[in-house]
């Protein structure tokens, strides 16, 4: 856990060779930064075991949404977004955060035209189907694994 808390989006950004790209790659690693947090999270309170391993949660997705929408379709960073915004749209309760997801995955697959990509928003609007339709909060980790849904999406 430690190494990922400690992992500076920004000096990330900074090593690149390419200085025209630093702030999309500074907003792509936060995006990757917060969605493998929560999916450690997640995965973790699944494991009694580790049930006392302390980290770090995101209070909000506001700010991860911001870092999303900071990326341009027409910048080559943005065809990285398909597992965090996957990540980001299965944690994710708000009706305005449901949309703006959807919408990135349809400019997901306006650039990529593959079937992962489409996949994964199936994968997404299934999850979002089955939390209005059960009140009772069932971690999505948990939801996925129990239905046995395709989500390894690359």
């Given at each position: 856990?430690?190494?990922?808390?400690?992992?500076?989006p920004?000096?990330?950004?900074v090593?690149?060779?390419?200085?025209n790209?630093?702030k999309?790659?500074?907003?792509?690693?936060?995006?990757?930064?917060?969605s493998?947090m929560i999916?450690l999270?997640?995965?973790?309170?699944q494991?009694?075991?580790?049930?006392?391993?302390k980290?770090?949660?995101?209070?909000?997705?506001?700010?991860?949404?911001?870092?999303i929408q900071?990326?341009s379709?027409?910048?080559?960073h943005?065809?990285?977004?398909?597992w965090p915004a996957?990540?980001?749209?299965a944690e994710?309760?708000t009706?305005?955060?449901k949309?703006?997801?959807?919408?990135?995955?349809?400019?997901?697959?306006?650039?990529?035209r593959?079937?992962?990509?489409?996949?994964?928003l199936?994968?997404?609007?299934?999850?979002?189907?089955r939390?209005?339709?059960?009140?009772?909060?069932?971690?999505?980790?948990?939801e996925?694994?129990?239905?046995?849904?395709?989500?390894?999406f690359?």
């Open positions: 856990m430690l190494d990922l808390e400690a992992f500076s920004i000096k990330w950004a090593g690149s060779s390419q200085p790209l630093m999309s790659r500074y907003h792509l690693a936060t995006v990757y930064k917060h493998a999916y999270h997640q995965v973790i309170h494991l009694p075991h580790l049930s006392d391993v980290m770090t949660v995101l209070g909000s997705l506001d700010s991860t949404v911001l870092h900071s990326i379709p027409k910048d080559p943005f065809k990285g977004l398909v996957f990540v980001i749209g994710t309760k009706e305005a955060h949309l703006f997801i959807t919408q990135t995955f349809e400019q997901l697959c306006d650039i990529w593959c079937q992962n990509v489409r996949n994964a199936n994968v997404l609007q299934d999850l979002w189907k939390d209005n339709e059960n009140p009772n909060f069932i971690p999505w980790i948990v996925i694994h129990r239905s046995g849904m395709d989500w390894i690359v």
